[in-house]
């Protein structure tokens, strides 16, 4: 649900947290190079907050950064939520960015929206996109065959 990365040399290492999954194959498929399988074991929240240096969340909800999780992180954190508005408290956040302890922030959600707070809007250490992240081609083609797959059960 949570994934932190540590830049190590020419190579990265990745942190996974999830509070119901020990480990997870991932299937990469590079262009130009032979398709790997890497084995992620997951640490605790603890673990991957200290030594993270990026921060991704990818949770369903909840309020899961806070100015508590933020204290944990090392100083210069750069913190991107494409997961759900509310899940980083932005309070904590301006506090951190403001702070140093956090160097930058990605936001594509926002805890008010559609009228996020403007601080949010307006901090020059925060990048904004809106959120669509989900508004690719193949996953617009997937809820279409999803939604007709529906309509076709509901009248049958």
Not at 84 to 90: A, K, L, N, T
Request: aromatic content about 2%; overall charge negative.
């Amino acid at each position: 649900q949570c994934v932190g990365k540590i830049a190590l040399g020419c190579g990265m290492k990745v942190l996974a947290f999830d509070p119901f999954v020990k480990e997870a194959i991932l299937n990469l498929e590079i262009h130009g190079l032979s398709n790997s399988e890497v084995l992620v074991k997951t640490v605790s929240m603890d673990d991957l907050l200290a030594q993270s240096d990026f921060i991704s969340m990818h949770v369903p909800g909840g309020k899961v950064i806070t100015e508590t999780e933020i204290a944990k992180m090392k100083n210069g954190v750069v913190l991107v939520n494409a997961a759900r508005g509310g899940v980083i408290d932005e309070t904590a956040l301006i506090n951190g960015l403001n702070s140093g302890k956090i160097a930058h922030a990605g936001l594509d959600v926002f805890e008010n929206e559609p009228k996020p707070n403007e601080a949010i809007l307006k901090h020059p250490k925060i990048s904004l996109t809106p959120h669509i992240g989900a508004a690719t081609n193949e996953a617009q083609e997937r809820i279409g065959i999803e939604l007709a797959e529906k309509i076709i059960a509901a009248l049958s």
